[in-house]
């Protein structure tokens, strides 16, 4: 059912890792696939993890029902310039 969900909501690079449904709410946990991200002031890649933003987004209904996403937001440290990002989102 999460690789149907994942195929439903279509979006690349992102997964469904698990869905709860709360009266007339869908709410899909989703991650992305990506292991690594780009730091925005040297470019080099990272996958040193720093920390996890969890939120709530608001999707387009699907049929009746509403859709947030839980994203989990991360932010890495880089290696070379020694500051934290966010990953992008994209």
């Known amino acids: 059912m999460k690789k149907l969900m994942t195929n439903i909501l ?3 690079g ?3 890792e698990d869905y709860k449904q709360i009266g007339a709410t869908l709410i899909l946990v989703v ?3 990506q292991k690594t991200s780009n ?3 040297c470019n080099q890649s990272s996958h040193h993890l720093h920390q996890n933003y969890r939120y709530l987004v608001r999707d387009l209904p699907i049929g009746n029902k509403e859709v947030m996403l839980r994203v989990n937001r ?3 440290k880089c290696k070379n310039c020694h500051k934290p990002f ?3 989102l994209d």
């Open 74 to 76: 991360r932010r890495f």
């Open 10 to 12: 279509d979006l690349p």
């Open 31 to 33: 991650k992305s696939k």
């Open 39 to 41: 730091c925005p002031l």
């Open 14 to 16: 992102v997964i469904v």
């Open 86 to 88: 966010n990953c992008s």
